[in-house]
Every structure is written in structure tokens, then in C-alpha cells.
């Protein structure tokens, strides 16, 4: 069973960045092109989208097989207190939404690539 990564969100508040973890809490390191347990040796991406593409590149290596590729439609409602700008969402959709993909018995791995440069709202009542 391929290895389970994800983004995580880490830095100062007023200065987040990004960084990318599997599930045994190990850090990708650009530097040293490897995974690492010290914190300090992790990559730090500024722009979620950049660290994305990089988990996409990661998790596409971890599994053998003949990649095929769907494209499906994809709507997000969102009910908020206050009006919330598409940079916004962006940025929380790409630091939140996680996809859980089969279970440990399933011989496959599916990646699902969202685009969140491409975010458009659309007028609802």
C-alpha cells in the first residue's frame, strides 16, 4: 500500500507556509530530495498551489502502474457569515480539502489534482 501524504500548514499566522508530510509524520526535503523526520529540513512552499503540484509529482512516483486520468465536475457550496474573496477560498481549500481515496486492501492510488487557480463564484441566492 502506497504511503499516505499530505499538505500541512505551518509557520506564523501572519505568515503561513506550507510544507508536505506523510503519515509518519516525515517532512519532504527539496534540499536533500528525501524524506526527513527534523522539522527543520522540510520545504517550505509560500504559495499552496506550488507545494500541491510538488505532492502531485511525490505521490504519482510512490505507485507502479499505468496512470489513467478522469476529469469530473466539481462544486463547493460555502456558507459563511461574511462575504469571503476567491483568494481566500483558495487558500483554505488548498490547505483543507483532503480526498480519502479506497482503504489499505485496494491496490490502487488515486490523486485528485484541483486546480484552485481556477476558482470562479458564481451568483446563488
Same mark, same amino acid.
Given at each position: 500500500?502506497?504511503?499516505?501524504?499530505?499538505?500541512?500548514?505551518?509557520?506564523?499566522?501572519?505568515?503561513?507556509?506550507?510544507?508536505? &508530510?506523510?503519515?509518519?509524520?516525515?517532512?519532504?526535503?527539496? &534540499?536533500?530530495?528525501?524524506?526527513?523526520?527534523?522539522?527543520?529540513?522540510?520545504?517550505?512552499?509560500?504559495?499552496?498551489?506550488?507545494?500541491?503540484?510538488?505532492?502531485?509529482?511525490?505521490?504519482?512516483?510512490?505507485?507502479?502502474?499505468?496512470?489513467?486520468?478522469?476529469?469530473?465536475?466539481?462544486?463547493?457550496?460555502?456558507?459563511?457569515?461574511?462575504?469571503?474573496?476567491?483568494?481566500?477560498?483558495?487558500?483554505?481549500?488548498?490547505?483543507?480539502?483532503?480526498?480519502?481515496?479506497?482503504?489499505?486492501?485496494?491496490?490502487?492510488?488515486?490523486?485528485?489534482?484541483v486546480d484552485f487557480d481556477k476558482v470562479e463564484q458564481?451568483i446563488t441566492e
Amino acid at each position: 500500500m502506497p504511503k499516505t501524504i499530505y499538505l500541512s500548514t505551518t509557520g506564523l499566522p501572519n505568515a503561513p507556509r506550507t510544507c508536505i &508530510m506523510d503519515d509518519n509524520d516525515n517532512y519532504w526535503s527539496e &534540499m536533500d530530495n528525501c524524506w526527513t523526520a527534523d522539522p527543520k529540513k522540510a520545504a517550505l512552499y509560500l504559495d499552496t498551489c506550488d507545494a500541491g503540484h510538488k505532492l502531485r509529482e511525490l505521490m504519482m512516483t510512490e505507485v507502479p502502474g499505468k496512470l489513467q486520468t478522469f476529469v469530473v465536475p466539481l462544486t463547493i457550496e460555502i456558507k459563511t457569515a461574511h462575504p469571503i474573496s476567491i483568494s481566500e477560498i483558495q487558500e483554505w481549500l488548498a490547505t483543507h480539502v483532503r480526498f480519502n481515496l479506497g482503504d489499505e486492501e485496494d491496490a490502487l492510488m488515486a490523486v485528485i489534482q484541483v486546480d484552485f487557480d481556477k476558482v470562479e463564484q458564481t451568483i446563488t441566492e
